[in-house]
């Protein structure tokens, strides 16, 4: 019976885990390289270019990056008020 409970609990670790890495993986980018929606409207054209590739790439829309890029542009567009 511990020997079941002991192999199952290893397994579900192992599980996770490599479920963790796979979804790091996935979303190519770290919140270390995520830049602020303020670096972005101090940077416009940076902003322009990540939308850009966020935009092409439907699988990054949800990152940081392409959160923040597209903000910045918001607000830019919108004259900042």
């Given at each position: 019976?511990?020997?079941?409970?002991?192999?199952?609990?290893s397994i579900l670790a192992?599980?996770?885990?490599?479920?963790?890495m796979f979804n790091s993986s996935?979303?190519?980018?770290?919140?270390?390289d995520a830049k602020s929606v303020a670096w972005f409207v101090a940077n416009i054209q940076e902003a322009r270019?990540?939308?850009?590739?966020?935009?092409?790439?439907?699988?990054?829309q949800s990152t940081p990056n392409c959160v923040n890029a597209l903000h910045a542009l918001?607000?830019?567009?919108?004259?900042?008020n």
């Amino acid at each position: 019976m511990k020997k079941s409970v002991v192999t199952s609990m290893s397994i579900l670790a192992l599980a996770l885990a490599g479920l963790a890495m796979f979804n790091s993986s996935i979303a190519g980018e770290t919140n270390e390289d995520a830049k602020s929606v303020a670096w972005f409207v101090a940077n416009i054209q940076e902003a322009r270019q990540q939308n850009r590739v966020c935009y092409n790439t439907p699988d990054l829309q949800s990152t940081p990056n392409c959160v923040n890029a597209l903000h910045a542009l918001e607000i830019s567009f919108k004259g900042g008020n």
